[in-house]
C-alpha cells in the first residue's frame, strides 16, 4: 500500500489529544494518513488536511486496517488491547500510546502475537525523545554521574476533562496514566526494579478533582527513586522536573527554569508565556525538535528494516508492571516486592528479529 514515493499509508485510531500531538510527525513519514475514530475523526482530517500528504477516514476499524500498512493506536486506554490485537491478527505493524494495555498480562499477551506473527510493536514511550531526558540518559550511560544514588521525577498537569480518565478501571488512574512516563524514565535511567512502594490520594476542589501520588522504587543495583504525580485544578500549567545523584554528580531539569517567575493562580490572566509553552493537559514542545516527530520516525525506521529503536515491547510491559505494583502498593498500603527478575527479557525485540529473519 506503499504510495509511488515508497511512503507508507498509516492508519491512525483516535481523534483526540495525543492524536494532534501525532500528526505532525506522521504527515512527515506517511504518503497518506487513514483516520478512524468514533465521532471526531472528520475534523482532525479537516485541520490537517491543507498539505500534500491526503488525511483520509475509513468509516470502520476493519477497514482502516485493509487499507493501511501500519497502524498508530491513539484510542483509550481500555481499548488499547483489543484494537492492537486486531492490528496485529490483520498483519499490521502497529505502534501504541502509553500504556500499552491496562494490565501487564494483556501488555504480554500482545507481545507475544507480535512475535508470533513476526510484526512490530512499539509503545509510545515519548518521554524518551524529550531532549532534557535523553540528556540524561547520555550522562548516565557515558559514567558521568558515578554510581547512581538517588532519582527524583515530578510531572504535574491539569487534571483530564474527557471523562474517561477520571475512572480508575479505564485508565488506571494518575500512576498507570500519567506516571507511568517518569516509572519508565526511572528504569531506562536506573535499571531493573526490586520494589515498589506507593500512596495516593483524590480530592474535589471547588467542584474540580485533584489527584496526586507518590511511589518509591527500589532499583536491582540499589538506587532509590522517587516518582511524584499531580492531576491538580484546570489553571495547571504541565510542568516537569526531575534530579539525579550519583557519586559522580548531579543532573536537574525543570521545566519552569527557563521563566523568570511562574504563577500557577486561578486567574483569568495567566503566566505569561504559559500559552505558548504548555497547556494544562500536554508538556510544551520545541518544533525543531519534536519529540512525537523523533519517536514515531524511529518507530517507521525500524519497521521499515532500520535499527532497533529507544523503546521496545517488553518496555512496555515493564511500564504497566511497575504501574500494577504501584497500585496493589496504594491498595495495601505495603510495599510490593517485583523479585528483582524483571523483564529484562528479549520479548520486545522477539519481533523484530522474527521479521528481519523472514526477509
Ligand atoms: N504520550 C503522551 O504524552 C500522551 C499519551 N496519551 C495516551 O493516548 C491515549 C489517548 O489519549 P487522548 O488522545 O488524550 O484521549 P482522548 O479521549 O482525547 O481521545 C481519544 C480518541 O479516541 C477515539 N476513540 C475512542 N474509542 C475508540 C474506539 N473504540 N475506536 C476508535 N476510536 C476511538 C475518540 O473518539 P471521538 O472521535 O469520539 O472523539 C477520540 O478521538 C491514552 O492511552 C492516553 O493515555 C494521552 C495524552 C498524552
Ligand atoms: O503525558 C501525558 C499528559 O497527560 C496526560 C493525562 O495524564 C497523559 O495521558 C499523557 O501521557
Known amino acids: 500500500m506503499v504510495n509511488s514515493d ?22 512527515g513519514l506517511a504518503g497518506e494518513i487513514c483516520d478512524f475514530s468514533q465521532d471526531g475523526a472528520e475534523m482532525l482530517a479537516r485541520e490537517f488536511s491543507e498539505g500534500p500528504v491526503p488525511v483520509t477516514l475509513a468509516s470502520s476499524l476493519d477497514e482502516l486496517l485493509s487499507r493501511c500498512d501500519i497502524v498508530d493506536v491513539a484510542t483509550p486506554t481500555p481499548t488499547h488491547f483489543e484494537i492492537v490485537r486486531a492490528a496485529l491478527e490483520a498483519g499490521r505493524d502497529v505502534i501504541c500510546e502509553k500504556p500499552m494495555t491496562r494490565t501487564s498480562a494483556d501488555a504480554q499477551a500482545l507481545v507475544d502475537l507480535a512475535a508470533d506473527k513476526g510484526l512490530h510493536l512499539y509503545p509510545a514511550h515519548v518521554v524518551r525523545y524529550f531532549p532534557e531526558y535523553a540528556a540524561l540518559k547520555d550522562a548516565v550511560d557515558a559514567g558521568r554521574l558515578g554510581d547512581l544514588a ?22 488506571g488512574g494518575i500512576v498507570m496514566d500519567q506516571m507511568i512516563h517518569d516509572l519508565d524514565q526511572a528504569r531506562w535511567i536506573a535499571g531493573p526494579i526490586a520494589r515498589v512502594s506507593a500512596m495516593s490520594t483524590r480530592t474535589v476542589s471547588d467542584g474540580n478533582p485533584v489527584e496526586a501520588a507518590h511511589v518509591i522504587l527500589t532499583h536491582v543495583g540499589g538506587a532509590v527513586t522517587q516518582c511524584s504525580g499531580v492531576w491538580g485544578p484546570p489553571h495547571l500549567e504541565f510542568t516537569t522536573e526531575y534530579s539525579v545523584a550519583g557519586t559522580g554528580g548531579t543532573l536537574a531539569h525543570s521545566s519552569r527554569a527557563e521563566k523568570r517567575y511562574s504563577a500557577h493562580l486561578n486567574s483569568a490572566d495567566p503566566a505569561p508565556g504559559a500559552q505558548q509553552r504548555a ?18 520516525c524511529d518507530y517507521v525506521s525500524a519497521i521499515e528494516g532500520g535499527p532497533q529503536p529507544r523503546v521496545s515491547a517488553a518496555d512496555g510491559v515493564e511500564a504497566v508492571r511497575i504501574a500494577e505494583a504501584a497500585l496493589e502498593s496504594i491498595a495495601t498500603g505495603q510495599p510490593v516486592e517485583l523479585g528483582g527478575r524483571l523483564a529484562e527479557e528479549p520479548n520486545g525485540n522477539l519481533a523484530a528479529e522474527k521479521k528481519d529473519g523472514l526477509r
Not at 532519582?151 to 479505564?170: H, I, K, N, Q
Not at 518544533?287 to 519517536?295: C, F, Q, S, T, W
Request: no cysteine; aromatic share 10%; proline share 11%.
Open 279 to 296: 497547556d494544562g493537559f500536554l508538556p510544551a514542545v520545541d518544533p525543531a525538535e519534536d519529540p512525537y516527530a523523533l519517536e514515531l
Open 6 to 27: 515508497g511512503r507508507p499509508v498509516i492508519g491512525l485510531v483516535g481523534a483526540g489529544g495525543i492524536s494532534r500531538a501525532h500528526m505532525p510527525g506522521l504527515l
Open 150 to 171: 538517588v532519582l527524583r521525577f515530578v510531572r504535574s498537569g491539569a487534571f483530564p476533562t474527557t471523562p474517561w480518565f477520571a475512572d480508575v478501571e479505564a485508565s
